[in-house]
């Protein structure tokens, strides 16, 4: 598992623990552990004798990726994963922003979401407790589907995107469609699209989405069969209304 985690997964590295029948601990790690911790390390992970612990040290966001994909593949060299069984599970609850690379506040998921408590907890809640009527369908591990419930109002919008760093002058300008058509009043609204695809890639046991996509791109978004994309002749160009300013 070691080895997973560091070439297939890319980590920098994973710590293991190996419990005894007397519940001692083995691997590289246990005489960092002293009698007190290693108690309460059984306990709170409900470890038996002949289970293994295994650690994971990294940055949130990252950490988790990196433990369930680890395990993930232990469930599998296990056989502990039905083929057979469809589970499927609501992901709700997601966080509104988040911290980006650059260290600055960001968009978690989708912007144009409406956040949970609304202009109120926009203007009184730590930006990283508020959280978004997102909501994400999830079957034996694969996204389905992805929705939210739209912020349809103009002010909740604007202080929204404020928080992220955004004046009201960049929201107009890049989200145009959006900023104006809400200042005419829009109703409530909300959605989920199910991936036909993913689902025929469950059905058919298939690894890869590109086993049952009819076109699939290859890795510099080309469709060899469409010869796609192409050239576009001026004639094209004007009959959609499009003109490019070289």
């Known amino acids: 598992m070691t080895e997973f985690a560091i070439n297939k997964c890319k980590a920098k590295g994973l710590a293991w623990l190996k419990v005894g029948d007397d519940k001692s601990l083995q691997g590289p790690i246990a005489k960092l552990i002293p009698d007190e911790s290693r108690e309460a390390l059984l306990t709170q992970t409900n470890t038996k004798p002949g289970d293994s612990i295994f650690f994971i040290a990294e940055h949130p966001g990252i950490v988790e990726k990196l433990a369930g994909e680890i395990r993930k593949e232990i469930g599998i060299r296990l056989d502990l994963i039905d083929k057979n069984e469809f589970n499927f599970c609501w992901i709700v609850d997601f966080p509104m922003y988040e911290i980006g690379d650059n260290g600055k506040l960001t968009f978690c998921h989708n912007p144009f979401s409406m956040p949970q408590g609304g202009l109120e907890d926009l203007n009184t809640k730590n930006p990283l407790d508020i959280l978004a009527y997102q909501y994400d369908i999830v079957c034996n591990g694969v996204e389905l589907s992805s929705g939210a419930v739209r912020n349809h109002d103009p002010e909740i919008m604007i202080k929204a995107f404020e928080i992220a760093n955004y004046t009201e002058e960049e929201i107009n300008r890049k989200f145009e469609a959006l900023y104006n058509s809400f200042h005419y009043g829009a109703p409530p609204h909300s959605g989920i699209a199910p991936g036909i695809d993913r ?29 796609a994309p192409g050239i576009v002749s001026k004639k094209q160009l004007e009959e959609v209304h499009i003109k490019l300013d070289l």
């Open 199 to 227: 689902i025929l890639m469950l059905l058919t046991d298939e690894e890869s989405i590109r086993e049952v996509i009819a076109f699939p791109m290859n890795s510099k978004a080309q469709d060899l069969l469409m010869k």
